[in-house]
């Protein structure tokens, strides 16, 4: 629960970025459903029409309907692929500004901390520090 308080301090700004990324990550799941089945009735009608020219047959209402179905494909490529733009632009720049201020507030707790009272609180300090040196940066995997 304390995991979710923390997280939450940094995403609430961002409460209707959210609300646009889950409407948009579900108009681009149901086109992504719905792309399949026009393109499966556009090749259906796009048989139809080569059987129609095929036997000098009507192809006016074929015609008609192919592109009916034709335009259904087209709109629906085209916002399945703006909601899908839209979603991962928005949810990419939700996710660098509360890194961000992550960061600065991870930052700015560290620099308020001072490097000598590091020793009072862990005993292994003077075993890192002799592993690295006495630089005021070092890596060591338990400090």
């Given at each position: 629960?304390?995991?979710?308080a923390f997280?939450?301090?940094?995403f ?6 959210f609300?646009?990324?889950?409407l948009?990550m ?8 719905l792309?399949?089945v026009?393109?499966g009735?556009?090749?259906q009608h796009l048989?139809?029409l ?6 000098k047959g ?6 008609s309907t192919f592109?009916s ?14 909601s899908s733009l839209?979603?991962?632009l928005?949810?990419?720049?939700v996710?660098a500004h509360?890194?961000n201020e ?5 930052f ?7 490097a000598?009272s590091?020793r009072?609180y862990?005993?292994?300090?003077e075993q890192c520090?002799a592993l690295?040196?006495?630089s ?8």
């Amino acid at each position: 629960m304390r995991t979710i308080a923390f997280f939450w301090q940094y995403f609430k700004r961002y409460k209707l970025s959210f609300v646009v990324v889950l409407l948009m990550m579900i108009t681009a799941t149901v086109f992504q459903v719905l792309f399949p089945v026009y393109v499966g009735q556009a090749v259906q009608h796009l048989v139809e029409l080569g059987r129609a020219f095929a036997e000098k047959g009507e192809t006016d209402q074929i015609l008609s309907t192919f592109g009916s179905v034709m335009g259904s494909v087209l709109v629906s490529f085209v916002c399945l692929s703006v909601s899908s733009l839209i979603y991962m632009l928005l949810m990419t720049r939700v996710i660098a500004h509360s890194t961000n201020e992550m960061r600065k507030g991870l930052f700015g707790k560290l620099s308020k901390y001072p490097a000598s009272s590091k020793r009072e609180y862990d005993p292994g300090y003077e075993q890192c520090l002799a592993l690295s040196g006495p630089s005021d940066y070092h890596v060591c995997p338990k400090c």
